[in-house]
């Protein structure tokens, strides 16, 4: 079979190859999975570009991608929940990763059924913004029916997905986003659509229970000026936490050196009684399984900006790293 593996840190040309290698055999626990289609997500260009070197060991050359859908080609010993020929999709583990390949195995607990209602591109494109979604939004900032959010970047990926999953749970929903995509934004859901080219999000009456930064920068501490007094800012950008080093077991002096890089947002946190959350997304087949169902019933849509072929990874991460896809890029494989 063929699979993309990194070869080195740097820009996506000369450190990202297409190889030949054995068919993968599926371990204890393990399903094989003929590809369909994977997911491509900014992780996967910032691993390339040795963004997460401080936190996360590559060992060259080092297999690429998490999301993906496809059919179960064969399952290994204690394998209880699939069988051959099962469609399936899901997320792979941070340090299992493999889905950009014609065949790759996973930890059964890590995938689920998929919809009939789906396409392989339109479940490939789901994993990891539902799952971060989740986990920041309901797991640990518990949002909730009749709170408002606020959602950075309402067009993108994971934001996308986002404003239609806290819309589907009764939050009110703003979101930021260009005048350009405005109206796709709102079609997605958002009660309230901030133009960024504009207008100041900042500059807003409104306080939020809930601010979804998926931007960082200076949008993680401004977040805490428009948060209402115990609210939540969720970041999947943000600066790092002790929480994402102890997800990580990376010992006592990374969560030290994290809570140190976190301690100016957290501060801010204190200030006004609220919370801070940054962390790194965790793979869940069960949760998968709830997000399959929302689809499948209509309150939730993958929204796919773009599909490549199998021989145009390098293409689908360079285009994806320019930060203009409305929705999810897809690697289709077969």
């Known amino acids: 079979m063929r699979h993309y593996v990194q070869t080195g840190h740097g820009p996506m040309r000369g450190n990202v190859s297409l190889v030949e290698a ?13 590809m369909h289609a994977a997911g491509l997500n900014p992780v996967d260009f910032k691993i390339v570009r040795g963004a997460l070197r401080p936190v996360m060991r590559v060992k060259m050359p080092d297999p690429m991608g998490f999301d993906g859908s496809g059919v179960v080609l064969a399952v290994g010993p204690g394998v209880t929940r699939f069988k051959a020929g099962d469609p399936v999709f899901f997320r792979a583990a941070l340090d299992h990763r493999g889905s ?5 195995c996973v930890a059964e607990q890590y995938a689920t059924v998929k919809p009939d209602a789906l396409t392989h591109a339109e479940a490939a494109s ?6 971060t979604t989740m986990q920041g939004l309901v797991d640990r900032a518990g949002g909730r029916a009749g709170q408002s959010i606020l959602i950075h970047a309402g067009s993108g990926g994971i934001g996308s997905f986002a404003v239609q999953y806290a819309k ?3 939050m009110e929903v703003t979101a930021t986003t260009s005048s350009r995509n405005a109206e796709m934004v709102r079609g997605l859901g958002a009660d309230h659509v901030i133009e960024y080219d504009k207008e100041d999000y900042r500059d807003r009456p409104g306080r939020y229970d809930i601010v979804y930064d998926t931007l960082g920068g200076d949008f993680s501490l401004d977040a805490f000026k428009v948060l209402k007094p115990g609210g939540a800012v969720v970041s999947i950008a943000g600066p790092p936490t002790a929480e994402m080093a102890d997800q990580l077991k990376l010992g006592w002096f990374m969560h030290l050196a994290m809570s140190f890089l ?20 965790e793979s869940d087949g069960a949760q998968l399984a709830a997000i399959g169902e929302m689809v499948a019933s209509g309150k939730i849509r993958a929204v796919i900006d773009r599909e490549f072929p199998f021989a145009q990874l390098v293409e689908a991460l360079e285009y994806l790293e320019t930060g203009r896809a409305r929705g999810k890029i897809i690697l289709q494989v077969k």
């Open 100 to 104: 950009f390949a014609e065949i790759f």
């Open 168 to 170: 589907a749970i009764g």
């Open 262 to 281: 976190s301690r100016k947002v957290r501060a801010a946190a204190r200030r006004m009684g609220g919370r801070y959350f940054g962390y790194f997304t």
């Open 126 to 131: 789901l994993p990891l913004v539902a799952l």
């Open 22 to 34: 054995p068919d993968p055999v599926p371990g204890a626990g393990e399903i094989a999975i003929q």
